[in-house]
């Protein structure tokens, strides 16, 4: 009955493509060819079992058409291959004839009986083996054709974190297969989520609609996870109410990216700062986000317009981190800042910001925040605030950094623009601003523009 579930109608996106990886398994590489459309960050696991019959779950954040195939591997990568251990292998997933719509839940289960099933469409073990250990292990998602993987996630819960490239490995470690961020399409259980080191079993607990881009953030948020030693879980199929907004940027020069950018002079780079503090919190999904350091920058988003009243609930949302370049310590002061201005109709941008966020106030303090939903400045357009953490050091735990900026917009209002500047004055602090985001609700119920 799986797959008589209830889904709205598909709409396949514009495929995004990654420079193709040579070498691997011939079993592998070569099962039947997909279409092989998929980007990073389009699956993301959303629980694991290495207790009972072994399985997993997964959540498309792409529409994914009938005719794509998803494959799934406990093998570790490294040296630029899969790893050749036998005890490891392979599946190949299908999806139903009316694919996948964003926001559906998959539940692959009977992994350690070699008898791989799952809810909704098909899925086969093409290379034997695959079985989740509780001393460990990896799932990684790709994609594949005649020139190698396309990865899509990875989740790993081996040890602390994942193998460094040069060291030694077994069939329980993996590096980060190429194509994805450490934090963000590349998630250790232990080191970005919180779980105990070898965990046996995990789940997302929280939080099914909203953004695609909010969805993938809250997926890597290890505060809407738990764990056990003492599985299996009962993973939930529930599927997630994923929206479009009416105007986005994520500054991946991809088809999701509506909202047009007028000017840039920030550095619009794919470092998650991976070394620095807090560790790779300079990108909050896809590959990329626009940095600030050591000096000012400006980002202007042109005019988006609508039919006056058509909707309600108007808003536009950024979300800011604020790291350090260093390990452990620096983050930004009291003389940086972002300031956010906000435009509706024909109106010049004001000469205060609609909101200020800097640094604390106390002489030599630092401080730094990784993106975070909790962390919410919002104010209606034309009222000025401004935030800033009551202390230094690391203000994840505070939640008073201010991640979420949020101006509200008049019913009114048929048309906005957006001005961001930032400016830090040291080398070692870094402001990043990462999916801008308008959204509203149609009159008569409608959230933004669902799928």
């Not at 839940?105 to 250990?133: K, P």
Request: glycine content about 12%; charged content about 15%; aromatic content about 8%.
């Amino acid at each position: 009955m799986s797959d008589l579930r209830l889904r709205p109608v598909l709409n396949t996106p514009a495929a995004l493509l990654l420079a193709a990886l040579a070498a691997g398994l011939p079993a592998l590489l070569n099962p039947p060819p997909g279409a092989a459309a998929l980007a990073p960050g389009d699956v993301y696991i959303t629980g694991f079992n290495a207790d009972g019959s072994d399985g997993f779950a997964f959540m498309a954040l792409a529409d994914i058409p009938a005719a794509e195939t998803l494959l799934f591997t406990d093998r570790g990568w490294s040296n630029n291959t899969f790893w050749t251990q036998t005890s490891e292998g392979a599946l190949r997933y299908r999806p139903p004839a009316s694919g996948l719509p964003a926001g559906t839940v998959v539940v692959v289960s009977n992994l350690s009986a070699g008898t791989a099933a799952c809810d909704l469409g098909a899925v086969e073990e093409y290379d034997a083996g695959f079985n989740l250990s509780a001393s460990g292990d990896q799932i990684l998602a790709y994609q594949t054709n005649a020139a190698g993987p396309r990865f899509l996630f990875a989740l790993s819960t081996c040890s602390t974190a994942w193998q460094e490239p040069g060291t030694p490995i077994g069939s329980n470690a993996s590096e980060i297969p190429p194509g994805l961020l450490r934090g963000v399409q590349a998630v250790h259980a232990a080191a970005h989520l919180g779980a105990p080191a070898n965990s046996d079993c995990g789940r997302y607990t929280n939080g099914l609609c909203g953004l695609p881009a909010d969805m993938r953030a809250r997926l890597r948020n290890g505060a809407l996870w738990t764990f056990t030693e003492d599985g299996p879980y009962t993973l939930s199929s529930a599927d997630a109410v994923l929206a479009e907004p009416l105007a986005f940027q994520g500054f991946e020069n991809g088809a999701a990216d509506t909202w047009t950018i007028e000017s840039c002079t920030g550095n619009v780079t794919n470092d998650p700062g991976a070394t620095g503090s807090p560790p790779g919190a300079r990108i909050r999904t896809g590959q990329t986000s626009c940095q600030t350091c050591n000096g000012s920058t400006e980002l202007i988003l042109g005019a988006v317009s609508w039919r006056r009243g058509a909707y309600r609930d108007l808003a536009v949302t950024l979300h800011v981190s604020a790291a350090s370049t260093l390990s452990g310590s620096g983050g930004v002061d009291q003389n940086d800042y972002v300031k956010v201005f906000v435009a509706t109709g024909n109106a010049a941008f004001a000469a205060t910001p609609d909101i200020m966020l800097g640094g604390p106030l106390s002489p030599s303090s630092n401080a730094r925040w990784r993106y975070h939903e909790a962390a919410a400045v919002t104010t209606a357009l034309g009222h000025a605030v401004t935030n800033r953490p009551a202390a230094g050091g690391n203000r994840d735990g505070a939640g008073d950094g201010g991640s979420t900026l949020r101006v509200i917009l008049p019913r009114a209002a048929s048309s906005v623009t957006v001005r961001v500047t930032c400016g830090t004055d040291q080398p070692e602090e870094v402001w990043s601003i990462d999916d801008v985001s308008l959204t509203g609700t149609l009159q008569g119920g409608s959230i933004f523009w669902i799928r």
